[in-house]
T-cell receptor, first 114, second 112 residues
Framework: NAGVTQTPKFQVLKTGQSMTLQCAQD?????MYWYRQDPGMGLRLIYY???????DKGEVPNGYNVSRLNKREFSLRLESAAPSQTSVYFC?????????????FGPGTRLLVL | GDSVTQMEGPVTLSEEAFLTINCTYTATGYPSLFWYVQYPGEGLQLLLK?????DKGSNKGFEATYRKETTSFHLEKGSVQVSDSAVYFCALTPNTGNQFYFGTGTSLTVIP
C-alpha cells in the first residue's frame, strides 16, 4: 500500500513551458486535492475533486487546470508556467469530502520556474 | 470565512522542555480540528485530531483539546525530543463541505 504518490519529485521549467504533475492514491479514497506550499503562506488549496468526475476551484486556481482521470488519479497541469508558480506542490486524498475525514499527503513535487 | 491562525515561529527549545504551539480558528458550526506535522523533505502527516468540543486528541506524547468557548486547539507536549524538530500545521475542516483550511505552520527546532 503506497498511499499517495506524486511524480516528478523535482522539476525545473522555463517561463512559458507546460507540464503536468501526476498524483495517484491506492486507498480507494473519493476525494483528492492539490495544494501549493510557499514560505510564510502555509498550504493553499488550488483545486479539489470531491468524487470521480467532479472538480472544484480552491483558493488559488488561476494558472492551473486539473483532471480527475479516474478514482485513483488526479493530475495538475500548468499550461504556461510563470516564476510565481515556483513552489512545492502537494497532492492529498481523503475518504469522503464530508468535512470530518483525515487527509493523506504525498511527498510533494518541488517546482522551479525560471 | 473559515480560517486558522497559529503562532508564528520559529520556535527553538532545549530537549525535554515543554512545548506549546497556539492555534485559534474561525468557523461556523462545529468544525473538525487537526494538527499535522511535516518533517524535512516530506509531505504532511496527521499528528492528532478532534471532531467535537472538549475532545482531546493525542499521539506520540502530543495533546490538543478542542475548546469551543475560546475557539482554540493548542498543541502541547511535556518533554520534547530532538526528533520532534519539524513544522507543525493546525488545520480545520467544516462540518459541511470538502475543504480544509491550514495555518501557516510553526517551525520547531529542538536542540540537545
Amino acid at each position: 500500500n503506497a498511499g499517495v504518490t506524486q511524480t516528478p519529485k523535482f522539476q525545473v521549467l522555463k517561463t512559458g513551458q507546460s507540464m503536468t504533475l501526476q498524483c495517484a492514491q491506492d486507498m480507494n479514497h473519493n476525494s483528492m486535492y492539490w495544494y501549493r506550499q510557499d514560505p510564510g503562506m502555509g498550504l493553499r488549496l488550488i483545486y479539489y475533486s470531491a468524487s470521480e468526475g467532479t472538480t472544484d476551484k480552491g483558493e488559488v486556481p488561476n494558472g492551473y487546470n486539473v483532471s480527475r482521470l479516474n478514482k485513483r488519479e488526479f493530475s495538475l497541469r500548468l499550461e504556461s508556467a510563470a516564476p510565481s508558480q515556483t513552489s512545492v506542490y502537494f497532492c492529498a486524498s481523503s475518504v469522503q469530502g464530508i468535512g470530518k475525514e483525515t487527509q493523506y499527503f504525498g511527498p510533494g513535487t518541488r517546482l522551479l520556474v525560471l | 470565512g473559515d480560517s486558522v491562525t497559529q503562532m508564528e515561529g520559529p520556535v527553538t527549545l532545549s530537549e525535554e522542555a515543554f512545548l506549546t504551539i497556539n492555534c485559534t480558528y474561525t468557523a461556523t458550526g462545529y468544525p473538525s480540528l487537526f494538527w499535522y506535522v511535516q518533517y524535512p523533505g516530506e509531505g504532511l502527516q496527521l499528528l492528532l485530531k478532534a471532531t467535537k468540543a472538549d475532545d482531546k486528541g493525542s499521539n506520540k506524547g502530543f495533546e490538543a483539546t478542542y475548546r469551543k468557548e475560546t475557539t482554540s486547539f493548542h498543541l502541547e507536549k511535556g518533554s520534547v525530543q530532538v526528533s520532534d524538530s519539524a513544522v507543525y500545521f493546525c488545520a480545520l475542516t467544516p462540518n459541511t463541505g470538502n475543504q480544509f483550511y491550514f495555518g501557516t505552520g510553526t517551525s520547531l527546532t529542538v536542540i540537545p
